[in-house]
């Protein structure tokens, strides 16, 4: 299908690039598929430009939420026909060949927004713990029962992605961002079973700042949220 577009925001990924690139291929082949080289210092754009995709170079690195600015922008300018974006970090954590499973409510008419669904279970045990305070926090400030409120796995339709990427911030914030975002303007949001595998593990500091400013950024547009309502 034309009408279906891959973003794949990378930062020095020159191990993990090509893969990428050519299980998306594979799995759709007909997608319009974007690389994003977020200012990296490694052959991330080299390797990705050699596989025949279009790579969008930032001079330097400016954060995955322009990354991801970027690749709609030429979205929006250059492949008017794409309907649907599949977004997925370039790590290879999550299997872009599961991109057809997020699609498929998009397709069918059942939803706006899909977010991957993570099984917890083969999560190591310290990002277990992460997730699973945001979770519970998010789904108690906005009155949601979602089984996944992080996964960098999503998929939209352009008019969604348009609306939640207008404000987006930088690190683990990103993906609760656009859930947030979501649920807001009011789009139908569905979570649907997706694969992970964790190949790097944060130090215990960074880890608990992470939860934190995760955590901080919940409780403010909760409470927002619930007032508005």
Known sequence: MNNIGILLPAYNEEKNIAAVIKEAKRSLPSAQIIVVNDGSSDRTSEIARKLNVLVVDHTKNMGKGEALRTGLDIFNRDFRSVKYI???????????????RLLKPLIGGEADFVMGKRDFSTVPAR??????????????????????????????TKEAANAVMKTLGGGYII????????????????????????????GVLRGVLMVAGVLVFIFKNGMKYSRKR
Not at 129 to 150: I, M, Q
Not at 177 to 202: C, D, E, M, P, W
Request: aromatic share 14%; hydrophobic share 40%.
């Open 86 to 100: 599949v977004v997925a970090d370039a790590d290879r954590q999550y299997s872009i060949r599961e991109a057809n």
């Open 127 to 156: 990002h277990r713990l992460g997730n699973w305070v945001w979770r519970n926090a998010f789904n108690l400030w906005f009155k949601t029962n979602y089984p996944d409120t992080n996964c960098g796995f999503i998929a939209m």
């Open 175 to 202: 993906e609760t961002t656009l859930l947030t975002q979501a649920i807001k303007r009011g789009f139908r949001v569905s979570h649907v079973g997706v694969s992970v595998t964790y190949t790097n593990t944060s």
